[in-house]
């Protein structure tokens, strides 16, 4: 069974400043892995994905994650942080066979960031 | 491109009146098809998630059903309404071939009175 861990349910950073969102996994296959933000009252939307093709992926809005299988780690990371980056951070995996039940993403519990003007 | 829409965005119902959320793709065929709820402060619960026309497999025994009468449409239903309903109903599509990256569409907050 596969899992995910967002340590950290709420995470503070000034603005300019480094953002780092932790999240681990757990999976019996090699994954499928993506971050997800959600503003307030509303859908999620995909930050990025990490799919084999390069172990650091840049995602939109000046993000990006980098995958370690040693560590089964996909931290969120971005060099500067900005006010609209304020919102709700959802990891999540998915193991790569695809087939009849096995179409779901496991989800963490989210991190919410703030930023600090 | 794909779109997803669901509606209605907003929704206040009585304790025990039925519920009946629609959600609907646009712009690809064969999607797979999810409903979650997000309680105030939590994270994603999922309900119901559907491979296919009258295919619905349900992820947590409660008081909602789901149906999928058409290729792109994905409903979620009551008969009673109870307090514990009340949240953030999010539908999703995602690829019957692919990464298993999900879409999300914007949502239904319901509020059960």
């Known amino acids: 069974a596969q899992s995910v861990t967002q340590l950290g349910s709420h995470v503070s950073v000034s603005e300019g400043a480094l953002v780092l969102l932790r999240c681990n996994y757990s999976?019996?296959?090699?994954?499928?892995l993506f971050w997800y933000v959600q503003y307030p009252n509303q859908g999620l939307q995909l930050l990025l994905k990490y799919t084999s093709a390069a172990t650091l992926v840049k995602g939109i809005n000046g993000f990006e994650a980098e995958f370690k299988k040693s560590e089964t780690s996909f931290h969120l990371t971005k060099p500067s942080a900005h006010m609209s980056d304020a919102a709700e951070y959802f990891c999540?995996?998915?193991?790569?066979?695809?087939?009849?039940?096995?179409?779901?993403?496991?989800f963490g519990t989210g991190t919410r960031l703030t930023i600090i003007p | 491109s794909q779109t997803i829409h669901q509606w209605p965005a907003t929704l206040v119902q009585p304790v025990g009146s039925p519920l009946s959320l629609e959600c609907t793709v646009e712009?690809?065929?064969?999607?797979?098809l999810y409903w979650y709820r997000q309680a105030a402060g939590r994270g994603l619960q999922l309900l119901f998630y559907s491979v296919g026309i009258g295919q619905i497999s349900s992820e947590v025994p409660q008081n909602l059903s789901a149906s999928r009468p058409q290729d792109r449409q994905f409903i979620l239903s009551s008969k009673k309404l109870l307090l514990s309903d009340s949240g953030f109903y999010l539908c999703?599509?995602?690829?019957?071939?692919?990464?298993?990256?999900?879409?999300f569409g914007p949502g239904t907050r319901l509020t059960v009175l």
């Open positions: 999540a995996v998915s193991d790569r066979i695809s087939n009849f039940g096995n179409e779901k993403l496991t």
């Open positions: 999976s019996s296959v090699p994954p499928y």
């Open positions: 999703a599509w995602s690829r019957l071939a692919g990464y298993n990256e999900q879409f």
């Open positions: 712009g690809t065929s064969n999607p797979n």
